[in-house]
């Protein structure tokens, strides 16, 4: 728990299936409550919709499988998050590929990428290469020694030992940065 200590205004710690403990909580005052059980589907279950009936805004819960997506929907989660197949897809993307550093998932068809420029760019302007137009990916900024420039212009010139964000469909992504 120490480790949220930052990112917290408050933490108790008590039986989240428990109705008493939950109502001592306050829980309508919160914005946002989360339920990250793990290994016990029937406790995640349950204080997901005893959050709800206790008046939670909002409650965004976690799942491992689809079938726990349904059942937590159905008993009041707003949202539901899957870390490990999140994860899981992270890693595949970021280290199938030498060139990417980073990503971010948008959607199913979409993300950012932090990737190395390719070789044949170096020294180029950005507005002489139509990469927009060629790959249908759309350049973010430029990262130098691990400061991110947001101020680019179709004269903005690709130099050694950088990298860019790109944003775009990942077939067309891939289109464009494959080796």
């Known amino acids: 728990m120490n480790e949220c200590i930052d990112y917290v205004t408050s933490a108790l710690i008590g039986d989240s299936t428990n109705k008493d403990f ?26 997901t919709y005893q959050l709800k009936e ?44 030498d060139h990417i550093f980073d990503y971010m998932e948008l959607d199913d068809n979409h993300g950012v990428f932090e990737t190395e420029i390719p070789q044949e760019w170096i020294g180029r302007t950005i507005g002489s290469l139509y990469i927009r137009q060629k790959y249908k990916v759309n350049i973010l900024g430029i990262k130098k020694n691990g400061k991110l420039n947001l101020a680019l212009n179709p004269d903005t010139k690709f130099e050694p030992d950088t990298t860019i964000l790109v944003i775009g469909d ?10």
């Open 22 to 47: 939950l109502k001592s909580l306050g829980i309508q005052n919160f914005d946002e409550c989360f339920v990250t059980i793990g290994g016990n589907f029937q406790n995640s279950l349950e204080t």
């Open 54 to 97: 206790l008046g939670a805004k909002k409650v965004i819960a976690r799942a491992e499988r689809d079938v726990q997506e349904k059942f937590l929907l159905r008993n009041g989660a707003d949202y539901v998050v899957y870390p490990e197949r999140q994860m899981a897809k992270w890693t595949v993307i970021r280290y199938a590929a």
């Open 170 to 179: 990942y077939k067309d992504i891939e289109r464009c940065f494959r080796k």
